[in-house]
């Protein structure tokens, strides 16, 4: 069973980090983190999912997002991000992630680097983080964010006790760096 999350967290780790640097402009990712827990719900207008992991990761211009890996049987490669700006944590134990996209990969998006290029949903929503990223506690995240044609998101996420694996990846650009949840 172990094994079997293991592999799970490299192949969302991999589509995740690798993922943003298909463009030229795109930001690089510098900051990683694995939820270990368990979806207690996700939707996608009415209709449950289940899901293997979620992550969260922050890119070099300060984009956060929260991305879920879909249990399908058929698509390896399917997941859903809730993806926002200005984030904050109004208490030290809340973070607050607007959202104003989703982002949706499959296998059958084309593809940049071999690994599937997003389908960009603009939408409206909110992700609420319970837990302290600097302690790397979280014990609930809820994301939900509805699109201009009325489709709804909605993650539901209880984290199973143990401490978030984190990975801040090395900045390459000179200059302030992006506002973290982590710092």
């Given at each position: 069973?172990k094994i079997r999350?293991?592999r799970?967290?490299l192949?969302?780790?991999?589509l995740v ?9 795109a930001?690089?990712?510098?900051i990683f983190?694995m939820m270990?827990?368990?979806c207690?719900g996700?939707k996608?207008a009415g209709r ?10 922050q890119?070099?211009?300060?984009r956060a997002?929260f991305?879920v890996?879909l249990?399908?049987p058929n698509d390896?490669s ?7 700006d200005?984030?904050r944590r109004?208490?030290a ?6 959202i104003?996209?989703?982002?949706l ?10 690994l599937p ?16 990223f ?6 609930t ?12 998101y ?5 984290s ?5 694996e984190?990975r801040r990846?090395?900045r390459?650009?000179?200059g302030?760096p992006?506002?973290?949840?982590f710092?």
């Open positions: 069973m999350h293991f799970q967290a192949v969302l780790a991999g980090v690798a993922t943003p640097t298909f463009a030229s402009e930001p690089d990712t510098v983190a270990p827990g368990k207690s996700f996608v449950e999912f289940a899901c293997r992991a979620v992550a969260f990761f890119t070099e211009e300060g997002h991305t890996a249990d399908d390896d399917h997941t859903i991000t809730f993806s926002g200005n984030g109004p208490e134990n809340l973070y607050e992630l607007p104003d996209r989703m982002l990969k499959s296998k059958h998006r084309p593809k940049a680097y071999g290029i997003p389908f960009v949903e603009s939408t409206a929503g909110l992700c609420r983080q319970v837990g302290n600097v302690t790397l506690e979280v014990s995240i809820s994301c939900t964010a509805t699109d201009r044609n009325g489709k709804t909605e993650l539901q996420y209880k199973a006790g143990a401490l978030m984190v990846i090395k390459m650009r000179v302030s992006a506002l973290s949840p710092d």
